[in-house]
């Protein structure tokens, strides 16, 4: 096993369960040794990890700073003032929470803030990377409210603005969705501020993906337009998985109230710590060279793939994220994606707007992360296409995988 600092593995676990230490461990070394290209993951730090395996963990804290429902909650408040305090500053909003579990729960948490069950709300189509609480069926979303989709451009696959002015005027929503899992592009959120202005609506911005590129200054940021901003911080923004709200001050009670005790319980003290962690990490020069060079990667890995003969949406990328279909390499996504994991290459699958198959999805995060840099997206993406095209056989592509990340170890020794 070429990983033998693992940060989460400490000499305890090892020692009483040596079962599990072999199990953690072993995903380490799957981390380590094949390429993370998932849109939506990123190796956060070993400070991060350590604030993750800290005694906070032990900690009831159900309420806010300064009145809580347990005792002895007087360290952690510092600890939640802190993270509150850095994300406020990160992101220049007035108010932040940062006790939501989840990205969902975040959206929940804004949902109950702002909306009755059965009010009308417009946003991104799932077809066209809407997640799953912005109104599917199988989700609370869309069986508590009346989700109005709107869709990309067959064309071009930008969002398509006349379409979402159009069904505002039409549908009068109670809240305007903006933010997807997929979409390769920024978001123009002053646009939709005026679309939400024009018809009374609330505009609730899912910024769970491009949020590290706005702390790293590498995508503009919804802070200014939205009432709400839902997020994660696992993502591009490289913290513990978990979720936040920002917004202004005027609604933070309701925000705040919408999370505790309205959709969740105690708050996770130990994630809540990471998160200040994180929030910290994001707001150094190194995590703006980081955010911006995660973009210059996927440009380049959007280019690559694209003159591999893959055809990918939208023509290229203005962040992290980057889709594409196979198809004219003679593969659908599904696939491919089987193909590319037999070689080390992990990634999703997409809807593709306007397609009946399955797309390709994939991120520059974590290999950015890594060290990795324009060079190795070129190399990255024609291994792609040759495994893709059924041109490298999986054992020597694996040779090739290995050979890629044994420069870029996540976790230096
Ligand atoms: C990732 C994501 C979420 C959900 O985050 P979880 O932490 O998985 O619940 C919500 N909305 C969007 C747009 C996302 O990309």
């Known amino acids: 096993m070429s990983v033998t600092h693992a940060p989460q593995t400490t000499d305890v676990l090892t020692r009483q369960d040596p079962e599990l230490a072999e199990i953690l461990l072993g995903e380490l070394h799957r981390q380590s040794s094949t390429l993370q290209l998932i849109a939506a993951e990123n190796f956060c730090s070993p400070a991060v990890l350590a604030a993750l395996g800290s005694a906070l963990a032990n900690k009831y804290a159900e309420g806010y700073p300064g009145a809580r429902h347990h005792g002895g909650c007087e360290i ?58 912005h109104g599917s069926p199988a989700n609370f979303s869309g069986r508590w409210f009346d989700f109005v989709p709107y869709g990309v451009d067959a064309e071009t696959g930008f969002i398509d603005h006349d379409q979402v002015r159009t069904l505002a005027r039409t549908h009068r929503p109670k809240a305007i969705v903006c933010g997807s899992i997929a979409y390769p592009r920024h978001i123009d959120y002053a646009f939709f501020r005026e679309v939400a202005d024009e018809v009374g609506a609330y505009l609730i911005a899912d910024a769970a993906h491009p949020i590290g590129l706005v702390a790293g200054g590498a995508a503009p940021s ?25 917004c202004g001050g005027e609604l933070a009670e309701r925000v705040d109230r919408a999370v505790f005790p309205f959709t969740q319980g105690g708050a996770q003290m130990h994630t809540i710590a990471a998160k200040a962690v994180a929030f910290g990490e994001a707001a150094t020069p190194a995590f703006t060279a980081y955010a911006h060079q995660v973009v210059a990667n996927a440009r380049v890995l959007a280019a690559t793939l694209a003159d591999e003969g893959l055809v990918v949406t939208t023509g290229g990328t203005d962040t992290h994220l ?47 992360t890594q060290g990795m840099a324009q060079k190795e997206m070129a190399r990255i993406a024609a291994l792609l296409a040759g495994v893709v095209r059924g041109e490298v056989e999986s054992v020597p592509a694996r040779e090739e995988v290995r050979d890629l990340v044994g420069g870029f170890p996540p976790y230096p020794a």
């Open 222 to 246: 919804p802070v200014p337009y939205a009432d709400v901003v839902c997020a994660t911080t696992h993502k591009v923004l490289r913290g513990p998985r978990g979720g936040m709200i920002l």
């Open 322 to 368: 980057v889709t594409a279909d196979p198809a004219p390499l003679g593969v659908d996504g599904r696939t491919a994606r089987g193909r590319l994991a037999a070689a080390g290459l992990v990634l999703d699958c997409c809807a593709l707007p306007h397609a009946d198959t399955r797309g390709l999805r994939l991120g520059t995060a974590a290999v950015t």
């Open 76 to 133: 952690v408040d510092v600890a939640e003032r802190l993270a509150v305090e850095r994300a406020k500053s990160l992101f220049g909003a007035e108010h932040a929470n940062v006790q939501s579990h989840s990205g969902s729960s975040a959206v929940l948490a804004a949902y109950a803030a702002l909306l009755r069950p059965g009010d009308t709300v417009l946003a991104l189509g799932l077809p066209y990377g809407g997640h799953l609480t």
